[in-house]
C-alpha cells in the first residue's frame, strides 16, 4: 500500500468515526455542544458506547 493511499484510508476512517460519534450523541443527548465533544474524541467515544450500550 503506498503511503498516499494510507493517508487517504485514515482519513476516511478518522472522519468516518467522527461522524459515528456525533449522530450517536445526538441520538442520545440532544446537544450541539456534546455532539462537537463527542466528535473530537471520535472513536474513543464509539467504543465507550458500544460497551456501555
Given at each position: 500500500m503506498e503511503s498516499s493511499t494510507r493517508v ?46
Amino acid at each position: 500500500m503506498e503511503s498516499s493511499t494510507r493517508v487517504q484510508v485514515t482519513r476516511a476512517g478518522v472522519s468516518f468515526g467522527s461522524t459515528l460519534a456525533i449522530a450517536i450523541s445526538w441520538s442520545v443527548n440532544h446537544s450541539i455542544l456534546w455532539a462537537c465533544v463527542h466528535g473530537i474524541l471520535s472513536w474513543i467515544y464509539v467504543i465507550y458506547f458500544a460497551i456501555t450500550r
